[in-house]
């Protein structure tokens, strides 16, 4: 069974970088699919980050593209997410998850974590 | 705004039948590209109900079924239970955009 586990500071400060980990088990990331972040803010709805591809190939939501980046660590099977100049608007719920490829959705999802921004 | 429309919220009565639908453009839904449609219950992650616009995943009852017709796509729930209320939402790809979801639609079982 698929698992995947969000991990990181609940509280991070304003133009700060906001740093999370996503342990995955049941699966090895580097034997295939797209692995990405979702987020959620507080009574809104889902907005797509980002996600990698199991070779490493990163793709951005335009609209964060300048402030995220993904990578992986196949050696702990785990993929991570950084958020740079943080404000109070990236305050939500982050969801890490796994897809097929764009034909497929995204089939096994995190628990999530709240990250809140504030000083 | 989301790239996706749907409505922000719809209701139904226990056994009837309640569709969602999910409106995009010639870039997304239009161009060819898959939607999917996700259930999410108060306070816990989404989970996918329906892939490539009408499949759904081992575990979903067939009470949920998905269409797709030109630039747009709706989900349909069948014999309405108290359990289906939820949050839905939809997701397609976006030839500038990459992955986007809707809005979401709120559904109350009355």
């Known amino acids: 069974q698929v698992q995947l586990q969000e991990s990181g500071p609940g509280l991070v400060k304003p133009s700060e970088t906001l740093s999370l980990t996503c342990a995955v088990s049941?699966?090895?990331?580097?034997?295939?699919?797209?692995w990405g972040w979702i987020r959620q803010p507080p009574g809104k709805g889902l907005e797509w980050i980002g996600s990698?591809?199991?070779?490493?190939?990163?793709y951005y939501n335009p609209s964060l593209k300048s402030r995220v980046t993904i990578s992986l660590d196949t050696s702990k099977n785990q993929f991570s997410l950084k958020l740079s100049s943080v404000t109070a608007a990236d305050t939500a719920v982050y969801y890490c998850?796994?897809?097929?490829?764009?034909?497929?959705?995204?089939?096994?999802w995190g628990q999530g974590t709240l990250v809140t921004v504030s000083s | 705004q989301s790239v996706l429309t749907q409505p922000p919220s719809v209701s139904g009565a226990p056994g009837q039948r309640v569709t969602i639908s999910c409106t995009g453009s010639?870039?997304?839904?239009?161009?060819?590209?898959?939607v999917h449609w996700y259930q999410q219950l108060p306070g816990t992650a989404p989970k996918l109900l329906i892939y490539?616009?009408?499949n759904r995943p081992s575990g979903v009852p067939d009470r949920f079924s998905g269409s797709k017709s030109g630039t747009s796509a709706s989900l349909a729930i069948t014999g309405l239970q108290a359990e289906d209320e939820a949050d839905y939402y939809c997701?397609?790809?976006?030839?500038?955009?990459?992955?986007?979801f809707g809005g979401g639609t709120k559904l109350t079982v009355l």
């Open positions: 049941g699966y090895s990331i580097s034997s295939g699919y797209y």
């Open positions: 998850a796994r897809s097929r490829g764009h034909s497929y959705g995204f089939d096994y």
């Open positions: 490539g616009n009408n």
């Open positions: 990698i591809y199991h070779s490493g190939s990163t």
């Open positions: 010639n870039t997304n839904i239009g161009a060819g590209y898959d």
């Open positions: 997701q397609s790809y976006d030839s500038g955009l990459s992955w986007v």
